[in-house]
């Protein structure tokens, strides 16, 4: 029978790595994971952290279908991470001196060699091979659990967590000897198929549990709405009077979803798009699992109606696999739960580049398959910005995985690719994972983290104001003698989703976070996000979509709008704007970091920097669906705050055009 899904897809659940193992890898997590033995090498670092005993179900049907990765040193750890280095540093003599692919590759790839000693050994075994490609870093395979634990000894379980179901090996797994030497790191739990869009709809917030101390809340009767807050299309365009809150008994309204002139305008780019700096000449590429069958069409119904240009054959093209090579669609949210994020990707990034190349590249599912996508850009390079709207909640997979994906991101740097990621949509992960966790990989140091802001637009096309996204929903009941009050004490109980952030428990300090990020903050670890966009859905943005109806199918609905924000409408944003940044600045940022924190030392005035607003905002809201209305206070985000200079909401501060333009021009 086909499934339906409902958009947004639900906030997925994983455990976080165990305390000893964030003392065991630092930035550079160079070299093997494996200890090797007489004749066998273990792989320790495959082990994921929720396999333990108390979750143990019992041992995996043999006939299961498991996915695998079997990541590949590269031939120079140490100079990969050298180049890398040296071609994102300002004052660096190889500055924006980037390799090619096949300069890069004949530099660090594995061998191919090496590559055809694994392939031959594991297909010889029975496992089939998915992918292996050309940068030749890692392998990806398929075969039964009963296959897996033949080869890797691997002892497959099923693990319970939370009510998610997880495979994962209940013992390291091993290889003999001869093939474990050509290997860096093991993959065979379905961790990264928790691999999750960080979309957030509005009304989101509207469930029980409260991150803060997760206890449920009591669930308030429904009554009839004191208030009816009708969306606004600007900031101050309606208003609606609430119980007495902070102060007052009237506020804004929520946001109906800003447009893409709206949000030109907000970010000063207008002007600029009039006179053709506009992203031609750029290409943004977007990786996210599966695709929509009806992306172009969406995508143009959406521009005709807000007066922009259609999508051509100049400006989109996609690599995506058939229906038919989709993969473990339960487990990564079926195509429905990732339509609405590659909606929003294309269609955001469109409305701030609408000159610029939008290629995008899907998944065949949400693990391997995202990195055979990123590989498929990069070993070609098909692009030099990536925007990746996705991620792990906290950075709970295994370390070999890490690695893995570590060494990737390396590879993009080192060809001056700059890969941007959202931070996640669930704050400091407390809810999830019971303790203060980023989510990976935005918390890697080679990935420039994009976190998220509330951004109210006036009715002149300017910022009325810009706070760090946090929002805690406060029910508006009404009581039989009529008289209106909130479910619960101010700012409420329900959390409606926050910027991810805060400090690895994998990752040291990059030295470019030094001397920027406090050190009272960072402990000497990496900290996240770098920098900021709009990402709360009640300040918005307005998509076209023609909702999946069936899976199976993927027969859709009828086209409608709907607003939808969370960092991955920050990313698609942020990814833009350094396309026309690109294109005026007749430059190729490449891995932005080092160049991001060594402009702030020397002009923090060009990071508009975010801050607690002097009073706190907040905003009406009523439920099309319930007709429930709730008070929104804005910048409550857990545990993470905003604050002067950088903080772990919002990074070094909102983007803008006056920013990545001296960003582009390079600082030396």
């Given at each position: 029978?086909?499934?339906?899904?409902?958009?947004?897809?639900?906030?997925?659940?994983?455990?976080?790595?165990?305390?000893?193992?964030?003392?065991?890898?630092?930035?550079?997590?160079?070299?093997?994971?494996?200890?090797?033995?007489?004749?066998?090498?273990?792989?320790?670092?495959?082990?994921?952290?929720?396999?333990?005993?108390?979750?143990?179900?019992?041992?995996?049907?043999?006939?299961?279908?498991?996915?695998?990765?079997?990541?590949?040193?590269?031939?120079?750890?140490a100079g990969a991470e050298a180049l890398a280095t040296a071609v994102?540093?300002?004052?660096?003599?190889?500055?924006?001196?980037?390799?090619?692919?096949?300069?890069?590759?004949?530099?660090?790839?594995?061998?191919?060699?090496?590559?055809?000693?694994?392939?031959?050994?594991?297909?010889?075994?029975?496992?089939?091979?998915?992918?292996?490609?050309?940068?030749?870093?890692?392998?990806?395979?398929?075969?039964?659990?009963?296959?897996?634990?033949?080869?890797?000894?691997?002892?497959?379980?099923?693990?319970?967590?939370?009510?998610?179901?997880?495979?994962?090996?209940?013992?390291?797994?091993?290889?003999?000897?001869?093939?474990?030497?050509?290997?860096?790191?093991?993959?065979?739990?379905?961790?990264?198929?928790?691999?999750?869009?960080?979309?957030?709809?509005?009304?989101?917030?509207?469930?029980?549990?409260n991150p803060r101390n997760r206890s449920v809340v009591p669930t308030?009767?429904?009554?009839?709405?004191?208030?009816?807050?009708?969306?606004?299309?600007?900031?101050?365009?309606?208003?609606?009077?609430?119980?007495?809150?902070?102060?007052?008994?009237?506020?804004?309204?929520?946001?109906?979803?800003?447009?893409?002139?709206?949000?030109?305008?907000?970010?000063?780019?207008?002007?600029?798009?009039?006179?053709?700096?506009?992203?031609?000449?750029?290409?943004?590429?977007?990786?996210?699992?599966?695709?929509?069958?009806?992306?172009?069409?969406?995508?143009?119904?959406?521009?005709?109606?807000?007066?922009?240009?259609?999508?051509?054959?100049?400006?989109?093209?996609?690599?995506?696999?058939?229906?038919?090579?989709?993969?473990?669609?339960?487990?990564?949210?079926?195509?429905?739960?990732?339509?609405?994020?590659?909606?929003?990707?294309?269609?955001?990034?469109?409305?701030?580049?609408?000159?610029?190349?939008?290629?995008?590249?899907?998944?065949?599912?949400?693990?391997?398959?995202?990195?055979?996508?990123?590989?498929?850009?990069?070993?070609?390079?098909?692009?030099?910005?990536?925007?990746?709207?996705?991620?792990?909640?906290?950075?709970?997979?295994?370390?070999?995985?890490?690695?893995?994906?570590?060494?990737?991101?390396?590879?993009?740097?080192?060809?001056?690719?700059?890969?941007?990621?959202?931070?996640?949509?669930?704050?400091?992960?407390?809810?999830?994972?019971?303790?203060?966790?980023?989510?990976?990989?935005?918390?890697?140091?080679?990935?420039?983290?994009?976190?998220?802001?509330?951004?109210?637009?006036?009715?002149?096309?300017?910022?009325?104001?810009?706070?760090?996204?946090?929002?805690?929903?406060?029910?508006?009941?009404?009581?039989?003698?009529?008289?209106?009050?909130?479910?619960?004490?101010?700012?409420?109980?329900?959390?409606?989703?926050?910027?991810?952030?805060?400090?690895?428990?994998?990752?040291?300090?990059?030295?470019?976070?030094?001397?920027?990020?406090?050190?009272?903050?960072?402990?000497?670890?990496?900290?996240?996000?770098?920098?900021?966009?709009?990402?709360?859905?009640?300040?918005?943005?307005?998509?076209?979509?023609?909702?999946?109806?069936?899976?199976?199918?993927?027969?859709?609905?009828?086209?409608?709008?709907?607003?939808?924000?969370?960092?991955?409408?920050?990313?698609?944003?942020?990814?833009?704007?350094?396309?026309?940044?690109?294109?005026?600045?007749?430059?190729?940022?490449?891995?932005?970091?080092?160049?991001?924190?060594?402009?702030?030392?020397?002009?923090?005035?060009?990071?508009?920097?975010?801050?607690?607003?002097?009073?706190?905002?907040?905003?009406?809201?009523?439920?099309?669906?319930?007709?429930?209305?709730?008070?929104?206070?804005?910048?409550?985000?857990?545990?993470?705050?905003?604050?002067?200079?950088?903080?772990?909401?919002?990074?070094?501060?909102?983007?803008?055009?006056?920013?990545?333009?001296?960003?582009?021009?390079?600082?030396?």
């Amino acid at each position: 029978m086909a499934r339906r899904t409902i958009r947004p897809p639900r906030a997925r659940t994983a455990v976080g790595i165990v305390a000893t193992a964030a003392s065991v890898v630092a930035l550079s997590l160079a070299g093997a994971t494996g200890a090797q033995a007489s004749d066998l090498t273990t792989f320790s670092g495959a082990v994921p952290s929720w396999a333990t005993h108390a979750n143990d179900t019992g041992a995996t049907t043999p006939d299961t279908s498991v996915e695998g990765e079997l990541y590949l040193p590269l031939r120079n750890q140490a100079g990969a991470e050298a180049l890398a280095t040296a071609v994102s540093t300002p004052g660096n003599r190889l500055y924006r001196k980037s390799l090619s692919p096949a300069q890069w590759i004949a530099s660090y790839s594995p061998t191919q060699a090496s590559v055809n000693t694994v392939v031959n050994y594991l297909t010889t075994k029975g496992l089939s091979i998915t992918a292996v490609p050309k940068s030749r870093q890692y392998v990806v395979f398929r075969g039964s659990a009963d296959a897996v634990n033949s080869v890797f000894a691997a002892n497959l379980h099923t693990y319970s967590f939370e009510g998610t179901k997880l495979v994962g090996p209940s013992t390291a797994p091993t290889l003999p000897s001869a093939i474990g030497s050509q290997v860096q790191g093991v993959s065979l739990d379905q961790a990264k198929l928790l691999t999750h869009p960080d979309l957030v709809a509005q009304g989101s917030g509207t469930a029980t549990v409260n991150p803060r101390n997760r206890s449920v809340v009591p669930t308030t009767p429904a009554t009839p709405a004191a208030t009816k807050a009708v969306c606004s299309t600007y900031t101050g365009e309606h208003t609606a009077t609430v119980p007495a809150a902070y102060g007052s008994t009237t506020v804004d309204t929520f946001n109906c979803g800003y447009t893409p002139k709206q949000l030109r305008s907000a970010y000063g780019l207008d002007a600029y798009n009039r006179i053709g700096l506009n992203g031609r000449g750029q290409t943004v590429a977007i990786i996210d699992a599966y695709a929509s069958p009806s992306i172009v069409q969406d995508a143009n119904a959406y521009s005709a109606a807000n007066g922009e240009p259609q999508l051509t054959g100049a400006t989109y093209q996609q690599i995506v696999p058939t229906p038919a090579q989709f993969t473990d669609q339960a487990a990564c949210q079926y195509p429905s739960g990732w339509q609405g994020e590659q909606t929003l990707d294309v269609e955001s990034a469109h409305a701030l580049a609408p000159g610029a190349k939008i290629l995008y590249v899907g998944g065949t599912n949400c693990g391997g398959g995202l990195d055979v996508a990123m590989s498929k850009i990069l070993d070609d390079k098909l692009a030099t910005i990536v925007s990746n709207s996705y991620g792990n909640t906290g950075e709970a997979i295994p370390l070999d995985s890490i690695q893995g994906q570590v060494n990737i991101e390396l590879q993009a740097a080192g060809e001056g690719i700059g890969l941007y990621y959202s931070s996640g949509d669930n704050g400091d992960e407390v809810a999830n994972l019971g303790y203060a966790s980023p989510d990976f990989p935005a918390s890697s140091p080679w990935v420039t983290a994009v976190g998220g802001t509330s951004l109210g637009i006036d009715k002149n096309g300017k910022k009325a104001y810009e706070t760090g996204w946090g929002d805690t929903l406060d029910k508006i009941v009404t009581a039989a003698d009529g008289t209106s009050s909130y479910a619960a004490p101010l700012p409420g109980n329900l959390y409606g989703g926050g910027a991810g952030g805060g400090v690895s428990g994998v990752f040291d300090q990059p030295s470019y976070q030094k001397g920027v990020v406090p050190t009272t903050l960072a402990a000497g670890k990496r900290v996240s996000p770098d920098l900021s966009a709009l990402a709360d859905p009640y300040t918005g943005f307005q998509i076209g979509i023609s909702p999946i109806a069936d899976d199976t199918t993927l027969a859709t609905d009828p086209y409608e709008n709907e607003t939808y924000g969370g960092t991955s409408l920050a990313s698609p944003l942020t990814a833009a704007m350094i396309a026309v940044t690109q294109q005026s600045t007749y430059s190729t940022i490449g891995f932005a970091n080092p160049t991001l924190y060594s402009l702030y030392k020397v002009a923090p005035f060009l990071f508009a920097d975010v801050v607690p607003p002097a009073t706190p905002k907040a905003l009406a809201y009523t439920s099309a669906t319930s007709g429930n209305s709730y008070l929104v206070t804005l910048n409550t985000d857990t545990s993470l705050t905003t604050a002067k200079g950088y903080d772990d909401v919002t990074g070094l501060g909102s983007i803008s055009f006056g920013l990545l333009s001296s960003i582009g021009r390079g600082h030396q």
